[in-house]
């Protein structure tokens, strides 16, 4: 799962297969809010998936969508 520092947030974003015997991905994502103790990360926006009206056919397609749905998530904040 890449992780990725954007200003004060560290994001993390991931393709997740659908089903065992399906070919398509999901984009995912979880947005980290500051912390002085980066062994405890405060999570201001839990792991869930993002763009859930779309299918991906790859992880890295699923994963660049999802780092895209976060910085414009981050962007609005």
């Known amino acids: 799962m ?5 200003g004060n947030y560290d994001v993390e974003y991931a393709g997740v297969r659908l089903a065992a015997d399906s070919s398509h991905w999901a984009a995912t994502l979880t947005i980290y809010g500051p912390s002085c103790n980066p062994m405890h990360r405060h999570a201001i ?20 969508e999802a780092r895209k749905a976060a910085l414009e998530m ?3 904040h």
């Open 74 to 76: 981050l962007r609005q």
């Open 45 to 64: 926006f839990p792991r869930q998936r993002v763009l859930p009206e779309l299918v991906f056919d790859d992880e890295r397609a699923a994963q660049q």
């Open 2 to 6: 890449p992780v990725e520092h954007i």
